[in-house]
């Protein structure tokens, strides 16, 4: 069974309890999006493997530490996952950037895809997929899917607000995947809304509604 990191970070709680807040604009939404997922970026990043380098510092000869090897990529699931790239980037700026485009099909609520563009070697990467919201599921499970139709092993999926029912389903789905989320929520509604949530992420990124 896979691990579920709740984040307590204090920065992290009070930032999301201003993306809840439906008088907050798409400006000050998205930025607080991109602080968030740069925050959780620094936590959910905490285990990666460090090995031993030589260096030469202006005075002498010394033994630092660097990230062991591994390369990373960052793959939003389209379009409320773009809000937090920059975020992820800021704190891992080498990382390469993969692109899965779903939306939930606004009366099944299952996902539909329209859009993939992987980086080529994101097979030998450890990935990190992106999505502010987990509702039921259906769209972080197709996305984390793909990626392992595509032979990608090592996948983290990080999400800003989740619903249980999402969590549930992410974890039967794959066993294998950590999920990071910012909080977890109560319920989803009957039009799949996580309560109480923050609406619609996407639309209040970009202000489409
Ligand atoms: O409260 C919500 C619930 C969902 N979204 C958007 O939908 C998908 C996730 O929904 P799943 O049911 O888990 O597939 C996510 O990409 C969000 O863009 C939302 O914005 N707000
Ligand atoms: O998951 P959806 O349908 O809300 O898509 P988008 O992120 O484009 O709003
Ligand atoms: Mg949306």
Redesign the pocket.
């Known amino acids: 069974m896979s691990k579920v990191i709740v984040m307590d970070h204090p920065l992290i709680q009070h930032k999301i309890g201003w993306i809840r807040r439906a008088d907050t604009g798409s400006k000050d939404f998205r930025t607080l999006i991109s602080e968030i997922a740069m925050l959780m970026c620094y936590e959910a990043t905490r285990d990666l493997e460090l090995t031993d380098v030589e260096i030469t510092t202006p005075i002498c000869a010394t033994t630092v530490k660097e990230l062991k090897g591994k390369k990373l990529a960052v793959v939003p699931?389209l379009?409320?996952?773009l809000g937090m790239v920059d975020g992820m980037l800021a704190m891992i700026p080498s990382a390469k950037v993969g692109h899965i485009g779903?939306y939930?099909n606004e009366e099944t609520?299952e996902?539909v895809e329209y859009y993939c563009k992987l980086p080529k070697d994101c097979d030998e990467r450890e990935v990190f997929v992106v999505?502010?919201?987990?509702?039921?599921?259906?769209?972080?499970v197709a996305a984390i899917q793909m990626l392992k139709d595509k032979g990608v092993k090592r996948i983290h999926f990080m999400c800003i607000?989740a619903a249980p029912e999402?969590v549930k389903r992410m974890q039967e789905a794959h066993p294998d995947v950590d999920v990071i989320v910012g909080a977890l929520d109560d319920h989803l509604n009957e039009h799949?809304?996580?309560v109480p949530?923050?609406?619609?992420?996407?639309?209040r990124i970009f202000g489409t509604k």
């Open positions: 699931i379009r409320a996952g779903l939930r609520l996902p999505d502010p919201m987990l509702a039921t599921g259906g769209s972080s607000i999402g799949g809304y996580i949530g923050l609406g619609d992420a996407g639309d």
